[in-house]
């Protein structure tokens, strides 16, 4: 009997050991989408519902990249209304749900990468601001695709004048009216200078220096003031904190070494995210 009891108390000692064993870990690249229309499926979601970064596969196979495809990575979609603040929380907003992606995906043995564009990455910087990412201990880094994060002069001039909260957040006064210096990881910062079209190529009188027809280098390279930089890599004008130009030849499109930056346009710019992203992993 008493041999019995003991293999019974094995049996639940060893049931329980089972039961508590964590899950196999996991890498996250989880997309920041940019300023668009309201999501029609807000959430944190494994596929891009409202098309956001579909034009940016540059391998044909929509949603993934090739670090995705060959199975060491997963991707996960912050899909939040477009047109609203990136800085605010609530139903269908950016802030909840990266807050949300953070200490879901960021921690307990998983490592995570953002991969943000535009105003998306305007959203990354407020919530590093805000201390959200404190306890993501896997948080590795943020790929920038064409940053929106010092604001645009499109915004300013009131180009879109649409008035919705995301263009007001987008105005160089307001964009760098807060803290960008609180970023816990390094920030990949990439830069495209080419805009495609009269109406798009005639934005860049209203800009300034270098751009991609939206944002100028002074934000897409993370510089800590606005300027006409027209060089991503510029020793004579301070950057943010942890900010790091990239700049690779592999990819869809190839950089352009005289200014560090890409010949394409601001949408163009979430394809290199995405080749950043897999150069960066060893997948390019």
Same mark, same amino acid.
């Given at each position: ?33 940019? &300023? ?26 929509? +949603? ?22 990136? &800085?605010?929380?609530?139903?269908? &907003? ?85 803290? =960008? +210096? ?83 346009? =601001? ?6 995210? !995405?080749?950043?992203?897999? !150069? ?5």
């Amino acid at each position: 009997m008493t041999k019995l009891k003991s293999l019974a108390a094995l049996l639940v000692l060893g049931g329980a050991a089972v039961l508590t064993t964590p899950a196999m870990a996991v890498n996250y690249v989880i997309y920041v989408h940019g &300023r668009s229309a309201p999501a029609t499926n807000c959430g944190i979601n494994t596929s891009d519902n409202n098309g956001n970064f579909n034009s940016s596969d540059s391998y044909g196979s929509a +949603n993934r990249s090739r670090a995705v495809t060959a199975g060491s990575w997963r991707s996960l979609f912050i899909n939040y209304d477009g047109n609203s603040d990136p &800085r605010t929380y609530g139903t269908c &907003r950016a802030q909840t749900y990266i807050q949300s992606a953070l200490n879901t995906y960021c921690k307990n043995g998983n490592q995570c990468v953002f991969l943000c564009h535009s105003a998306g990455c305007m959203a990354m910087d407020y919530a590093f601001e805000q201390g959200n990412a404190s306890g993501a201990t896997g948080l590795l880094y943020v790929v920038n695709a064409a940053s929106a994060s010092g604001g645009s002069a499109l915004a300013s001039a009131g180009a879109w004048a649409t008035g919705t909260g995301m263009d007001n957040a987008l105005k160089i006064s307001t964009a760098r009216s807060w803290n =960008h +210096n609180n970023n816990p990881v390094t920030e990949y910062m990439t830069a495209g200078y080419a805009c495609y079209g009269a109406t798009a190529c005639s934005a860049s009188v209203v800009i300034g220096g270098s751009d991609d027809s939206a944002v100028n280098f002074a934000s897409t390279c993370g510089f800590s003031s606005n300027g006409n930089m027209t060089k991503c890599v510029d020793p004579n004008n301070a950057k943010y904190k942890s900010r790091s130009t990239y700049c690779n030849s592999k990819g869809a499109k190839p950089c352009n070494t005289s200014n560090s930056a890409y010949n394409t346009d =601001h949408t163009g710019m979430k394809c290199v995210g !995405r080749d950043a992203f897999d !150069r960066l992993t060893g997948n390019l």
